[in-house]
């Protein structure tokens, strides 16, 4: 069993910044590939980047530049640093686990872009 909580949403001016956060517990984390994914009213839930155990990492095209993954295994958490931030990126974020048996969802933080 895995359980996520992301933390560091909020409501910050076009162009701003945030770094998201997810706390993982219940499994050994280190060995679990985490994805970041956001889901904006009405649409469906999009992939924004993954990161596996040893570190690789993938960024959809409509963040690359912009979005950062990162972890820290020693914290259990992985991290989206969000720069030069859009309207339209405003969305609920989610963190998921991805493990042999299952993935995992965190219930998701709040982004809204606007000024």
């Known amino acids: 069993q895995v359980q996520l909580v992301e933390s560091g949403g909020g409501l910050v001016q076009p162009g701003g910044s945030l770094r998201l956060s997810c706390v993982a517990s219940g499994s050994i984390f280190s060995r679990n590939t985490m994805a970041w994914y956001r889901q904006a009213p009405g649409k469906q839930r999009d992939f924004l980047a993954f990161?596996?155990?040893?570190?690789?990492?993938t960024h959809a095209d409509s963040v690359k530049g912009r979005f950062t993954i990162d972890r820290d295994n020693a914290k259990n958490t992985v991290y989206l640093q969000m720069n030069s931030l859009k309207p339209e990126d405003t969305a609920v974020y989610y963190c998921k686990a991805i493990t042999a048996g299952r993935d995992y969802w965190g219930q998701g933080t709040q982004v809204t872009v606007s000024s």
């Open positions: 990161i596996t155990s040893s570190g690789t990492t």
